[in-house]
């Protein structure tokens, strides 16, 4: 019986530790993205969002589209929910310029990565909306 409890007190200390740590929750990461084929422009657009990252870390987002392999990189920022936009055509500050034409094939790859640690935490890909007019 005190074994029993001993165990059942020293599971939850664990538990509690490693969550607070960030370790027990595994990171997650989200992509949407739009390109608009308009007769007066193009417009490129892609968001990524991380949940579940690690405390006491600055992250940043890599994203990349199309043949050219070029990633393009955010600002990084701290915290466990992150959201990285990447926009075409911007004024806004905390936004990410891409070429007009970025998303034009239609399929982005995104990665959040440690800043200075460069270590990957999580990626994904996602089929772009088209919007042709």
């Known amino acids: 019986m005190v074994f ?3 165990l059942r007190i020293t599971t939850v200390a664990i538990m ?4 607070y740590l960030g370790i027990a929750e595994a990171a997650t990461i989200s992509v949407d993205c739009r390109f608009e084929n308009r007769v007066d422009r193009l417009r490129s657009k892609a968001t990524v969002r991380g949940y579940g990252l690690p405390r006491g870390s600055k992250y940043y987002a890599k ?3 199309g ?13 466990r929910r992150l959201e990285f936009e990447f926009d075409s055509h911007t004024d806004e500050i905390g936004k990410t310029i891409i070429p007009d034409s970025f998303l034009s094939d239609g399929v982005v790859v995104a990665v959040i990565r440690k ?6 935490v999580a990626d994904n890909s996602s089929t772009c909306e088209v919007r042709n007019k």
Do not use: A, D, Q
């Open 4 to 6: 029993n409890n001993t």
């Open 16 to 19: 509690l530790t490693l969550s």
């Open 63 to 65: 994203i990349r589209s």
């Open 67 to 79: 043949s050219s392999g070029v990633w393009v990189s955010s600002k990084p920022k701290s915290g």
């Open 115 to 120: 800043f200075k640690k460069n270590g990957k």
